[in-house]
């Protein structure tokens, strides 16, 4: 079945760039489906960050679009996600998630990987 | 932007207990509505979608409705292992998705 593993530093300084990799296993990207990031604050609730389309195609949360960049290597069959500019308010919980348009939903999570922002 | 509040933010419940949840959103989105549970320190998953599809596996005591911009997530009977946060999540604006803030179930 198809699996998915967020990997990247847990420790970003302020003003850096947050950089994260899913792995997917199972399916190959570049089959279809869009792929996403979402975010969770310690305590808080959800934010969609973005997501890409196997073709490269991306779409980003406007809150957010001009810090990221989701970007996909079909043959290492990852995605990956750049945030730029970070500041304590970036501190999170990052999921991955795959996007099945059939039913218009997020099926299947990574498990996620809390990213710090510190100095 | 489709804004998603849920009500209540959280609530006490005992097992047995017939428990409801609802969502609201900014604007209509016809039945693009979605639920998922999320445990402490686990992902969320994906309960039921388009208002009231549940997805596969999921025990039939869950159950959704609505449409245009009010949802309702209700359990039947709770059980123990159904003390958990619960998301609602609009996919009508496309590729654009947004969540609610989340209901918390707790043991009453």
């Known amino acids: 079945q198809v699996q998915l593993q967020e990997s990247g530093p847990g420790l970003v300084k302020p003003s850096e760039t947050l950089s994260l990799t899913c792995t997917v296993s199972?399916?190959?990207?570049?089959?279809?489906?869009?792929w996403g990031w979402i975010r969770q604050p310690p305590g808080k609730g959800l934010e969609w960050i973005g997501s890409?389309?196997?073709?490269?195609?991306?779409y980003y949360n406007p809150s957010l679009k001009s810090r990221v960049t989701i970007s996909v290597d079909t043959s290492k069959n990852q995605f990956s996600l750049k945030l730029s500019s970070v500041t304590a308010a970036d501190t999170a919980v990052y999921y991955c998630?795959?996007?099945?348009?059939?039913?218009?939903?997020?099926?299947?999570w990574g498990q996620g990987t809390m990213v710090t922002v510190s100095s | 932007d489709i804004q998603m509040t849920q009500s209540p933010s959280s609530l006490s419940a005992s097992v047995g207990d017939r428990v409801t949840i609802t969502c609201r959103a900014s604007?209509?989105?016809?039945?693009?509505l979605n639920w998922y549970q999320q445990k402490p320190g686990k992902a969320p998953k994906l309960l039921i979608y388009a208002a009231s599809s549940l997805q596969s596996g999921v025990p039939s005591r869950f159950s959704g409705s609505g449409s245009g911009t009010d949802f309702t997530l209700t359990i039947s009977s709770l059980q123990p292992e159904d003390f958990a946060t619960y998301y609602c999540?609009?996919?009508?604006?496309?590729?654009?998705?947004?969540f609610g803030q989340g209901t918390k179930v707790e043991i009453k």
């Open positions: 604007q209509s989105i016809s039945r693009y």
């Open positions: 890409i389309y196997h073709s490269g195609s991306t």
């Open positions: 999540q609009q996919s009508y604006s496309t590729l654009t998705w947004t």
């Open positions: 998630a795959k996007f099945l348009s059939v039913v218009d939903a997020f099926d299947i």
């Open positions: 199972g399916y190959s990207i570049s089959s279809g489906y869009y």
